[in-house]
């Protein structure tokens, strides 16, 4: 999978000059923890999170309201491209304990969101069922019997029976548009495990 798969789209976003009550509203209301801050053309410049904003609110003697998004938001702001794997994302969430991983496109402007809740999601499909959709996905690729799937906590083993490398790319790049496939792998022989996770 890819971030283009999972993420939360479209985004909800603030710019600079939002003030702080808004972007709090705008995080109440919608359950966020942040909210990626975007200039007039839709680039990504930074990004706000509960913290900052309770952080702003009850600095010492700073007024209320007396703050505009941009004078709290972390800038620059990390994000991803639409086709980073989820596996890369989720570590980024993991290592840098962050909540909100905003997505761009290639001209670096916000088209969506990935959240743990977003990550979360696909983990509550079962090892059985994304080794379904996986060799269901397969066989438009060589046909039913090519291909041998195992899923395993989301990553998936596609064993190929007519031993072609040629096809292996493509077939990674279908078994990880696979909601649940958090990774994956296709190489030669025969997979002789009768596991729950194999189709």
């Known amino acids: 999978m890819r971030a283009r798969d999972i993420m939360t789209t479209p985004a909800v976003t603030v710019n600079p000059t939002t003030e702080v009550a808004k972007a709090a509203t705008l995080l109440a209301d919608n359950g966020f923890s942040a909210l990626p801050v975007v200039d007039q053309d839709g680039t990504l410049v930074g990004i706000v999170t509960e913290y900052d904003l309770v952080r702003g609110r009850f600095a010492e003697g700073t007024p209320v309201g007396?703050?505009?998004?941009?004078?709290?938001?972390?800038?620059?702001?990390?994000?991803?491209?639409?086709?980073a794997p989820v596996a890369d994302i989720a570590q980024a969430v993991v290592d840098r304990k962050r909540r909100c991983v905003p997505i761009v496109d290639?001209?670096?402007?916000?088209?969506?969101?990935?959240?743990?809740?977003?990550?979360?999601?696909?983990?509550?499909?079962?090892?059985?069922?994304?080794?379904?959709?996986v060799r269901a996905?397969?066989?438009?690729?060589?046909?039913?019997?090519?291909?041998?799937?195992?899923?395993s906590d989301g990553a998936a083993v596609v064993v190929d029976r007519f031993d072609d490398?040629?096809?292996?790319?493509?077939?990674?790049?279908?078994?990880?548009?696979?909601s649940g496939v958090v990774r994956s792998k296709v190489h030669s022989g025969h997979i002789n495990d009768d596991s729950e996770g194999t189709a």
Do not use: K, Y
């Open 66 to 83: 007396g703050h505009a998004v941009g004078e709290l938001m972390t800038s620059p702001a990390e994000s991803m491209p639409t086709g």
């Open 137 to 151: 996905t397969l066989t438009v690729f060589g046909g039913r019997s090519r291909w041998t799937v195992r899923v």
């Open 165 to 178: 490398s040629s096809d292996w790319e493509v077939a990674r790049a279908l078994a990880e548009s696979v």
């Open 106 to 133: 290639g001209a670096n402007r916000v088209v969506g969101v990935v959240t743990r809740r977003d990550l979360v999601r696909p983990l509550s499909r079962s090892d059985v069922d994304i080794a379904i959709d």
